[in-house]
Protein backbone atom coordinates (compact mmCIF):
# COMPACT_ATOMS: atom_id res chain seq x y z
CA UNK A 1 0.00 0.00 0.00
CA UNK A 2 1.06 3.46 -1.15
CA UNK A 3 -0.52 6.75 0.19
CA UNK A 4 0.77 9.70 -1.85
CA UNK A 5 0.40 13.05 -0.29
CA UNK A 6 0.21 16.02 -2.76
CA UNK A 7 1.22 20.21 -2.26
CA UNK A 8 2.13 23.00 -3.49
CA UNK A 9 -0.29 24.22 -5.74
CA UNK A 10 -1.39 27.89 -5.71
CA UNK A 11 -2.29 31.06 -8.01
CA UNK A 12 0.23 32.05 -10.39
CA UNK A 13 0.54 34.73 -13.09
CA UNK A 14 1.17 33.67 -16.55
CA UNK A 15 4.65 33.06 -17.35
CA UNK A 16 5.23 32.35 -13.44
CA UNK A 17 6.39 29.25 -11.70
CA UNK A 18 4.84 26.52 -9.44
CA UNK A 19 6.52 23.45 -8.07
CA UNK A 20 4.42 20.00 -6.52
CA UNK A 21 6.11 18.01 -4.38
CA UNK A 22 4.32 14.75 -3.78
CA UNK A 23 5.97 12.67 -0.78
CA UNK A 24 4.70 9.00 -0.72
CA UNK A 25 4.49 6.50 2.31
CA UNK A 26 6.83 2.87 2.35
CA UNK A 27 9.57 0.94 1.50
CA UNK A 28 9.31 0.37 -1.69
CA UNK A 29 9.08 3.90 -3.66
CA UNK A 30 11.82 3.64 -5.96
CA UNK A 31 9.59 0.65 -7.45
CA UNK A 32 7.41 2.71 -8.23
CA UNK A 33 7.26 4.94 -11.78
CA UNK A 34 5.82 8.44 -10.77
CA UNK A 35 3.50 10.19 -12.81
CA UNK A 36 1.35 13.48 -12.84
CA UNK A 37 -2.12 14.14 -14.43
CA UNK A 38 -4.29 16.94 -14.92
CA UNK A 39 -7.69 17.82 -14.48
CA UNK A 40 -9.23 20.90 -15.52
CA UNK A 41 -12.95 22.00 -15.41
CA UNK A 42 -15.49 19.66 -18.00
CA UNK A 43 -12.02 17.69 -19.35
CA UNK A 44 -10.77 14.21 -18.71
CA UNK A 45 -7.94 14.03 -16.37
CA UNK A 46 -4.91 14.02 -18.61
CA UNK A 47 -1.65 12.85 -18.69
CA UNK A 48 1.31 15.43 -18.20
CA UNK A 49 4.34 13.49 -17.18
CA UNK A 50 6.10 10.18 -15.71
CA UNK A 51 9.33 9.42 -14.43
CA UNK A 52 10.92 6.22 -13.37
CA UNK A 53 11.47 4.26 -10.56
CA UNK A 54 14.94 4.99 -10.85
CA UNK A 55 14.75 8.69 -12.12
CA UNK A 56 16.62 7.64 -15.48
CA UNK A 57 13.94 8.03 -17.70
CA UNK A 58 11.23 10.70 -18.36
CA UNK A 59 8.47 11.22 -20.63
CA UNK A 60 6.13 14.30 -20.89
CA UNK A 61 2.85 15.60 -22.46
CA UNK A 62 3.49 17.31 -25.92
CA UNK A 63 1.62 20.26 -24.21
CA UNK A 64 4.10 20.74 -21.66
CA UNK A 65 7.03 19.70 -23.41
CA UNK A 66 9.97 22.13 -22.54
CA UNK A 67 8.31 23.66 -19.67
CA UNK A 68 7.84 21.09 -17.01
CA UNK A 69 10.17 19.06 -15.63
CA UNK A 70 9.69 16.23 -13.60
CA UNK A 71 12.40 14.12 -10.73
CA UNK A 72 12.22 11.87 -7.54
CA UNK A 73 13.77 11.78 -4.58
CA UNK A 74 14.15 8.48 -3.78
CA UNK A 75 16.04 9.13 -0.67
CA UNK A 76 13.03 11.20 0.40
CA UNK A 77 9.90 9.49 -1.09
CA UNK A 78 9.29 12.60 -3.30
CA UNK A 79 8.71 12.99 -6.69
CA UNK A 80 8.30 17.05 -7.87
CA UNK A 81 6.75 19.11 -10.71
CA UNK A 82 8.64 21.86 -11.85
CA UNK A 83 6.30 23.74 -13.58
CA UNK A 84 7.60 26.73 -15.52
CA UNK A 85 6.40 29.42 -18.11
CA UNK A 86 3.26 28.71 -16.92
CA UNK A 87 0.05 29.45 -19.09
CA UNK A 88 -3.64 29.89 -18.58
CA UNK A 89 -4.04 26.75 -20.08
CA UNK A 90 -2.70 25.17 -17.32
CA UNK A 91 -4.97 25.88 -14.85
CA UNK A 92 -6.18 22.62 -13.43
CA UNK A 93 -6.41 20.03 -10.09
CA UNK A 94 -3.21 18.03 -10.33
CA UNK A 95 -2.41 14.09 -9.53
CA UNK A 96 0.31 12.37 -8.60
CA UNK A 97 0.20 8.41 -8.91
CA UNK A 98 2.58 5.35 -8.58
CA UNK A 99 2.53 2.60 -10.75
CA UNK A 100 3.96 -0.63 -11.60
CA UNK A 101 2.81 -0.79 -15.04
CA UNK A 102 3.70 0.37 -18.54
CA UNK A 103 1.09 2.31 -20.02
CA UNK A 104 2.36 5.14 -18.24
CA UNK A 105 0.21 7.50 -20.48
CA UNK A 106 -3.00 6.28 -19.20
CA UNK A 107 -4.43 6.91 -15.70
CA UNK A 108 -6.08 2.93 -15.54
CA UNK A 109 -2.02 1.64 -15.50
CA UNK A 110 -1.81 3.27 -12.04
CA UNK A 111 -2.42 1.44 -8.94
CA UNK A 112 -2.24 4.61 -6.25
CA UNK A 113 -2.94 8.31 -6.44
CA UNK A 114 -2.99 11.01 -3.82
CA UNK A 115 -5.13 13.86 -3.79
CA UNK A 116 -5.35 16.79 -6.17
CA UNK A 117 -4.15 20.12 -5.89
CA UNK A 118 -5.48 23.11 -7.71
CA UNK A 119 -3.31 25.22 -9.59
CA UNK A 120 -4.97 28.51 -11.18
CA UNK A 121 -2.86 30.23 -13.67
CA UNK A 122 -4.08 34.03 -14.58
CA UNK A 123 -3.62 35.57 -17.90
Known amino acids: QVQLVVSGGGLVQAGGSLRLSCAAS????????MGWFRQAPGKEREFVAV????????HFANSVKGRFTISRDNARNTVYLQMNSLKPEDTAVYYC????????????????WGQGTQVTVSS
Open 26 to 33: GRTFSTYA
Open 51 to 58: ISGSGVMT
Open 97 to 112: AAMTGTAYWSQYDYDY
